[in-house]
């Protein structure tokens, strides 16, 4: 075992999570968490790990970021020839975690991913920045390639190609996870943490705790 390992650890002491504190819509509590977040100025508030099963039984894992909470669903956005969009394509239930380790938070959302509409990746494409909608073009995502010089002269090919605009790829958009139950995760004193799930159950939700 590396050296120091088992003695890696931090005492827990930002708060207490308590059922009367929970707002009644699981969105309207994630929207208060990430605002803190980012208020708190952590890296990347947006980013969660994105996680997938392969046809095989195996689990994958990535870091994605969130760029939208539409209609009660996560929304983000991907080549959709990558190894996520076809296992997700092959199994639609996925989970996400935000590891806001900085202020002893995580939250956990398990659902089922499906496409957005076109128009909703246009209207998302139009606001990166030229220089990743050029690589968004270049990279055949998750695809094996001979170097990084490979890559590099894909990106100048679509730069030359397009000069001005630069068109959403068919290959390319956005996702929405529904979730089924979403978990938010305090950290607390002698490991004895809080963990909320918001469960859907017919038309609205249920509140449970679940032991650390």
Not at 104 to 122: D, N, W
Request: with cysteine.
């Amino acid at each position: 075992m590396e050296e120091g390992l088992p003695r890696m650890r931090r005492r827990y002491t930002a708060g207490r999570l308590l059922e009367r504190d929970l707002a009644a819509d699981p969105f309207d509590e994630f929207r208060a968490w990430l605002h803190d977040a980012v208020a708190a100025g952590l890296a990347e508030p947006n980013a969660m790990v994105l996680s997938t099963v392969g046809a095989d039984g195996q689990p994958s894992s990535r870091t994605v970021l969130l760029k939208g909470i539409d209609d009660g669903g996560f929304v983000f956005f991907t080549n959709r020839g990558s190894r996520k969009a076809l296992e997700i394509e092959a199994n639609a239930l996925v989970s996400l975690c935000f590891p806001w380790i900085a202020m002893e938070r995580q939250v956990l959302v398990c659902g089922a991913a499906a496409t957005v509409p076109r128009a909703a990746s246009q209207a998302y494409w139009v606001t990166r920045p030229r220089e990743s909608q050029v690589g968004a073009w270049a990279s055949r995502q998750s695809t094996v390639i001979g170097g990084r010089d490979e890559l590099e002269a894909a990106a100048a090919d679509v730069a030359r190609r397009y000069p001005g605009d630069v068109p959403l790829p068919e290959f390319w958009g956005g996702y929405r996870v529904e979730p089924s139950s979403i978990e938010f995760w305090q950290g607390g004193l002698a490991r004895l943490h809080d963990r909320l799930r918001y469960r859907r159950e017919d038309a609205g939700w249920v509140v449970e705790r679940l032991s650390p």
